[in-house]
């Protein structure tokens, strides 16, 4: 009988080390799936927005073309720009590879067919420079596209989230206006009297618009610049902010609120902000790849040391079991044997028998 109760005990210390193992495994497996799932989605996340910077990169020379196509339009040019040839074209190219996952495809399409047709539009003044608003507003929309498809606009990281506002809404904006506001110049001085009026509200309207670009752009480098691990952030982007700086105070100049806009400054500020903004955006992308890259480095760091810590749990967990088993085992071996060597006792001196008589005494004592 005590044979029996002790190997019962013996399988239910097995049976319950292994409920204890279940236990603690699975809770640990479903943490590890979790932070594992977590991971990917941040990895995925952030591929899909160093996606976006690679199409902004190719996008950003096409607004500068299409300010070049426009003033060239107005002055009476009908052949396409060869940078703009240029453009569309690395546009296309990036289209091709990234627009299926940033859904950006069909909104190019449209863009490249009206861009397309510029060289054959005619009529007025007028009617060129409306044609080419279309297609740079459109410009600016398939900007907003690749921001809000690739998920730029979501990042919590501030000087990324600052520094994807400048590039996508403020330099755009910045370029298209301060082209606009040039071109509308030099439709103004070559207006006749009674079409001035609605000329100079349009002017004076991106004249506006171009100090309210300027003022966010501003800001938001300086946001980005006051809050970033970036040790190059700030160092790469004085100088060529300090040339926009210099352009734009040279149009406001030229725009000469109030009288007569001065057409040749105009001209010369809006080629200086042009290339101070070309290569700011430059800076600026890089700047944003190389935190976006840190993050991919961050998160390929935890998902090794998630590995690493599920493999150590694992071992810790299987020698945990083997010494838990073997001294079960152990034990039930050491409790037969006591067991064995009781039934020996037993059998040698049987229950009211003690030294070969009644009583613990021989019968000849009695």
Do not use: C
Not at 123 to 151: C, F, I, M, P, Q
Not at 205 to 216: M, N, T
């Amino acid at each position: 009988m005590s044979v029996s109760v002790n190997s019962r005990r013996s399988r239910l210390r097995s049976a319950l080390a292994v409920v204890l193992t279940v236990l603690v495994v699975l809770p640990t497996a479903v943490l590890f799936l979790r932070v594992l799932n977590e991971n990917k989605t941040q990895r995925d996340e952030t591929a899909l927005k160093q996606k976006g910077i690679e199409y902004l990169a190719e996008l950003a020379p096409l607004i500068s073309a299409l300010a070049e196509s426009q003033s060239s339009s107005l002055q009476g040019v009908t052949q396409e720009p060869a940078a703009l040839t240029a453009a569309v074209a690395r546009v296309q190219g990036v289209d091709a590879t990234l627009g299926g996952e940033l859904d950006t495809t069909s909104r190019w399409s449209g863009l490249k067919e009206k861009i397309g047709r510029l060289p054959g539009v005619t009529g007025t003044a007028g009617d060129v420079y409306e044609a080419h608003v279309e297609v740079g507003d459109l410009a600016l929309e398939l900007y907003g596209a690749v921001r809000e498809n690739s998920k730029l606009n979501q990042d919590a990281q501030s000087d990324i989230w600052f520094l994807q506002e400048t590039v996508t809404v403020n330099m755009p904006e910045a370029v298209t206006h301060v082209s606009r506001m040039g071109d509308l110049a030099n439709m103004l001085a070559a207006a006749k009297n009674n079409q001035r009026a609605p000329l100079q509200v349009q002017f004076g309207a991106e004249v506006l618009a171009v100090e309210e670009s300027v003022a966010e752009l501003t800001d938001n480098l300086q946001a980005a610049a006051e809050d970033t691990d970036s040790s190059t952030l700030a160092s790469n982007t004085v100088n060529n902010l300090d040339s926009f700086r210099r352009g734009v105070e040279a149009a406001n100049r030229g725009a000469n609120i109030g009288q007569a806009p001065d057409v040749s400054i105009l001209v010369t500020a809006q080629s200086t902000l042009t290339n101070a903004l070309k290569a700011l955006a430059t800076v600026l992308l890089k700047e944003m790849s190389t935190l976006l890259d840190e993050r991919i480095d961050e998160l390929d760091y935890r998902r090794a040391e998630a590995w690493v810590m599920l493999v150590v749990s694992i071992v810790l967990l299987t020698v945990a079991a083997f010494w838990t088993r073997v001294r079960t085992v152990r034990a039930g071996r050491e409790t037969a044997s006591e067991s064995g060597r009781d039934v020996s006792v037993q059998g040698d001196n049987p229950p009211g028998f003690a030294g070969g008589g009644f009583g613990g005494q021989p019968a000849w004592e009695r």
